[in-house]
């Protein structure tokens, strides 16, 4: 595999060159108003702008302090993790059609959350991110435990079967949930899989946040071992890869991101899979580049698609998300046939 | 069910909580009336500080709307959810979000004195996210069947200020099915099956108001085979051979298919369409609907 060597220059540019990206984004989300298919109340951007500046009366700060900036940092930080596990798994699986929710951490979260909401009080307030933090671990585990080979290695297509069919598994433990529930129950955990920012605050945010700061440094140090992994395991060792550790470290990063992602917006789909593809065809395959350009641009893509789902009166962001970035995909697919 | 569900979606992952924003948000919402505001303790066991007679009022689910406009808060109307569109100023309202996620910032925008808030269907991070941002949501979790429909008649009108329009309007729903009750009472009783949706068939269940509606005007729900909204398989409503079929399906292009044409019911054309209203939307207007029940059965009591 032969591949333009990558300068430290041309790599800080070509990274940076996602950050104007994150930025209007952020000022996009920030400053456009939303409900426009209703006669919704709406803050006009000059007074979104007057309270970003510090000025503006007390509901506008209360708008943009108050509701859309911990929003859009929360979908930031979502995006950019759903983005980082995604890159991850692509990687280290070397798998296209890897994604976040390959690995069952996001089935098992889900069907935390929706145990966590049908049991309610008894776990007060803060049972239902919780819980859909212990499903991920939990799913996480048993994935892990049945994807070891005969020489205790974790096999990728081992994992990946496993990963795929524990998710079968614990979707139909969530459909159960779904179908035995009250209608407006059931339309609440199928609302929440579908994801949303809705409700989102500052501890929300810091806590994705956080996740993805230990996720981070778990895969620092592992990410010169990602790059060589992805063309072949026997070519990494050679290259004096522990293998085995850092396939290790990279899947317990990958899900811990997803886990505290779902956890804290519900299951939201496609950024995790069309983002890295996506960074992949306009900046590269290098595994130095493709990882921290996927966190920037999933975030991006995630706060784009989250001022759209205001704009267009509170619909899931998962349904926007696949509408938007299919077509932007296959578009970009049409037009980049180079590998 | 929802509103004592979910919670703050932060606390798993709150790793570090950043030192809140200062937000002067909400502020003191203004209210023009001079009686002293009060507490009250709501549903989901947080005790809200509202106006004794509010000025700006939304409300976030359809039944909501349409009681707050029937005990007289009409004019203190300031936003309702998407789907509030009744009665027909309600339309005019600014909107406020579906029932399921509705839009923080635009309530924040509206400034509210009071917002409604249903348990059934209104999620509760969206209600303490609210609140935490300084607005006033008292959450109402409605109670089972026609007595929780007066109860919450009575609730709203206190809420709003017109506790004495709720309490007039409540006890005239009473009175009014109490005399359905007695005119019922000699008559013979039929057997009907309520459903409200036909696939996958959902019926009014035990402790559902329209089988409480139709036990009033002399009608046993022999589909009710479990509390709320129970899912049914066509064999249960095959096997209860009702002598009616209840139709409470606003749309009135939807009906039942051919798999129902074997019912007798069916076939003697005993099949009763609920209009919309008064009978699909809980409101005062279900005395007026068992009125109108024992009315629409008398003829089918000859076949």
Redesign the interface.
């Known amino acids: 595999m032969t591949r333009a060597p990558l300068t430290r220059a041309r790599w800080l540019a070509r990274l940076s060159a996602c950050v104007p990206a994150l930025v209007l984004a952020l000022a996009i989300a920030v400053l456009v108003p939303g409900g426009w298919r209703t006669n919704a109340p709406r803050l006009p951007a000059r007074d979104a702008v007057a309270a970003l500046a510090g000025g503006g009366d007390d509901v506008a700060r209360a708008v943009v302090w108050g509701a859309r900036v911990p929003r859009a940092a929360l979908a930031a930080a979502c995006g950019a993790c759903l983005g980082l596990a995604g890159a991850i798994l692509q990687l280290v699986l070397r798998n296209p059609l890897a994604d976040p929710y390959v690995l069952g951490v996001s089935s098992g979260a889900a069907l935390g959350a929706v145990a966590g909401l049908a049991a309610g009080a008894s776990l007060g307030g803060a049972g239902h991110p919780l819980a859909a933090a212990a499903g991920a671990v939990l799913a996480s585990v048993v994935v892990h435990a049945l994807a070891k080979d005969a020489q205790g290695r974790l096999s990728p297509e081992r994992l990946l079967v496993a990963g795929v069919v524990l998710s079968y598994l614990l979707a139909a433990g969530i459909m159960w949930f779904v179908s035995l529930s009250p209608a407006a129950e059931s339309q609440r955990f199928l609302f929440w899989l579908m994801g949303s920012f809705g409700s989102a605050s500052w501890p929300a945010a810091a806590g994705v946040a956080c996740t993805m700061l230990v996720a981070v440094a778990l895969l620092v140090p592992a990410l010169p071992a990602l790059d060589l992994l992805a063309v072949s395991e026997e070519h990494a060792a050679d290259a004096g890869v522990e293998v085995e550790r850092s396939k290790r470290l990279a899947l317990g990063a990958a899900a811990l991101l997803t886990g505290g992602a779902v956890a804290a917006a519900g299951s939201i789909g496609f950024v995790g899979l069309v983002v890295p593809h996506s960074v992949r065809l306009v900046l590269g395959r290098d595994a130095r580049l493709l990882v921290p350009a996927s966190a920037l641009c999933g975030a991006a893509f995630l706060v784009l698609a989250d001022a759209l789902v205001r704009a267009l009166g509170e619909i899931p962001v998962g349904v926007v998300t696949a509408t938007c970035g299919a077509p932007f995909f296959l578009a970009l697919l049409a037009r980049r046939r180079a590998p | 069910?929802?509103l004592?569900?979910?919670?703050?979606?932060?606390?798993?992952?709150?790793?570090?909580?950043?030192a809140?924003?200062p937000?002067?948000?909400?502020?003191s919402p203004a209210s023009t009336q001079s009686a002293p505001p009060r507490v009250v303790h709501d549903d989901t066991g947080a005790d809200v500080a509202i106006p004794a007679k509010p000025a700006r009022i939304a409300a976030l689910a359809p039944d909501l709307t349409e009681i707050a406009y029937s005990v007289g808060a009409g004019d203190a109307m300031a936003?309702a959810c998407?789907p509030c569109d009744w009665p027909e100023p309600a339309r005019a309202l600014?909107?406020?979000?579906?029932m399921?996620?509705?839009?923080?910032?635009?309530?924040?925008?509206?400034?509210p004195d009071l917002v409604l808030a249903t348990a059934?269907?209104n999620?509760?991070?969206?209600v303490?996210?609210m609140r935490?941002?300084?607005i006033p949501v008292v959450g109402l979790r409605p109670g089972r069947g026609l007595a929780g429909v007066a109860s919450m008649v009575r609730r709203v009108g206190d809420l709003t200020g017109h506790a004495g329009d709720g309490e007039r309007l409540a006890s005239e729903m009473e009175s009014r099915l109490s005399a359905v009750r007695a005119a019922a009472r000699p008559l013979p009783r039929l057997k009907a099956c309520i459903l409200v949706w036909p696939d996958p068939l959902?019926a009014a269940g035990r402790d559902a108001y329209l089988t409480e509606l139709a036990d009033a005007a002399g009608a046993d729900n022999a589909c009710a085979v479990a509390d709320?909204?129970p899912?049914l398989s066509r064999e249960d409503v095959l096997l209860a051979q009702p002598d009616v079929v209840l139709l409470g399906i606003a749309d009135a292009t939807v009906g039942l298919g051919a798999w129902a044409d074997s019912l007798p019911a069916v076939k003697r054309g005993s099949v009763l369409r609920l209009p919309e209203r008064p009978f699909l939307r809980p409101s005062a207007e279900l005395g007026r609907a068992g009125e109108e029940l024992l009315a629409m059965l008398a003829p089918l009591r000859s076949r």
């Open positions: 069910m929802i004592r569900r979910g919670g703050p979606r932060a606390a798993a992952l709150a790793l570090v909580a950043l809140s924003l937000l002067a948000c909400g502020g936003g998407d600014p909107r406020l979000g579906p399921i996620e509705p839009s923080v910032e635009s309530i924040l925008v509206l400034r059934e269907g999620p509760l991070a969206s303490r996210r935490e941002l300084g959902v709320g909204w899912t």
